[in-house]
């Protein structure tokens, strides 16, 4: 069979992964559902699974077999897997098929995530896909679903005018588009805030830190407030900061610097919602210890493992294509957020803290 599809709108990023399958569209109970097809010939069961690697192929291959006429297929599909940091997101109901124009929520989502776009089979839904990992918790909420793993899109290469054609890394907008449409119930007033998941998505954030005017190695929280009560780590990060792109100079107040800094240094996608004013409104373990107390119990948290090598400087944090922050500039701003909630923003710590830290002397080499 002949295919629509046009391979040279296929991110090269997305085409280099070794998890491509066929799909064919059947009926179960009345509704119309894509199946998962192997990509090849096989005198088994043609149906493949979203959790055996075994079943895919690379792209190539599974455009192939799709135009071949050995078993009927509908499309192309890419499967999600956890060794790999590919999200996808699945807007449903959300696109005038005749004139394109998208919902205002949908349209919110693709902005915001900013990276490969494209119409899904039915022509009423999106598919925007992105680098990054989503957080624990539900994927789905209404029309919007979110998947890293177990699950795979049907590829249309139907790009949607106007957004990229790259796959693009999106932690950031990531957390805050899942805390805001599939994490949170509709309407909440009042939410638990997860900070730390907040500032490990803003140590892989778009800009980096000297571009936003900050010196590297600076800590964002030690710095102080001028005549304005505007601070000075505000200043520096401008139209940059999530803060004010958010909610512009009449901002929250927010009692502790610590914390002011660390939402400061968002962007606005990854703000959370209530915004946290004080620590109080996080669940964190407050200030009543000593610094080898906290850094313990830091080190012994779900991201100890990342704290740890930030505190000692591990150069492999910043250094390589798949490193998790893209330079030291990034990684000194990971550590201050990451101080600013165990220290219970207390600026003096996190100065004191970071100074004793790796990042601020000679960096180990991995």
């Known amino acids: 069979m002949s ?13 280099d992964f070794e ?78 098929p005749t004139t394109g124009e998208l919902a205002s929520w949908a349209q ?8 490969y776009s494209e119409v899904s089979p039915s022509g009423r ?50 957390l805050g588009v899942h805390y805001e449409y599939v994490q949170s119930p509709p309407d909440v007033e009042t939410a638990p805030v ?26 964002a929280a030690g710095e102080t407030a001028d005549e304005t009560g505007t601070s000075e780590t505000a200043t520096a990060l401008g139209s940059d900061s999530g803060l004010y792109a958010r909610y512009g100079l009449d901002y929250p107040d927010i009692e502790d610097p610590g914390l002011e800094a660390a939402l400061h240094g968002l962007s606005p996608s990854a703000l959370p919602s209530p915004l946290p004013t004080s620590m ?33 400087g591990r150069s492999e944090l910043w250094s390589g294509r798949d490193s998790r922050y893209p330079s030291q500039s990034e990684a000194d701003m990971g550590l201050c957020f990451y101080l600013a909630f165990w220290t219970g923003g207390d600026p003096d710590r996190m100065d004191r803290l970071f100074r004793d830290s790796g990042l601020m002397g000679p960096v180990q080499i991995s």
């Open 125 to 174: 839904g999106v598919h925007v896909i992105v680098e990054g990992e989503l957080p624990p918790g539900r994927n789905r909420r209404g029309d919007v679903e979110m998947y890293d793993e177990a699950r795979f899109f049907t590829v249309t290469t139907d790009h949607i005018e106007g957004t990229r054609t790259s796959l693009e890394r999106r932690q950031d907008a990531l």
């Open 108 to 115: 919110d989502i693709v902005d915001r995530l900013d990276s």
């Open 280 to 312: 109080d409104d996080i669940a964190g373990p407050g200030v009543d210890l000593d610094d080898e107390t906290v850094l313990e119990c830091a080190m012994d948290s779900k991201s100890g493992d990342v704290i740890e090598a930030l505190y000692d």
């Open 19 to 96: 998890q491509w399958i066929c799909w064919q569209e059947t009926e179960r109970d009345g509704k119309a559902t894509k199946v998962p097809i192997k990509p090849y010939h096989t005198n088994g069961t043609p149906n493949a699974s979203a959790t055996e690697s075994g079943h895919w192929r690379d792209l190539e291959s599974a455009l192939a077999f799709h135009e071949s006429d050995r078993v009927r297929t509908d499309g192309i599909g890419f499967v999600f897997a956890p060794a790999t940091p590919i999200v996808g997101v699945d807007l449903d109901d959300c696109r005038d």
């Open 194 to 219: 997860d900070l730390e998941a907040a500032v490990e998505g803003a140590g892989r954030s778009d800009s980096s830190a000297d571009e936003r005017g900050q010196q590297a190695g600076e800590p």
């Open 3 to 15: 295919s629509d599809i046009d391979v040279s709108l296929i991110p090269e990023r997305l085409a």
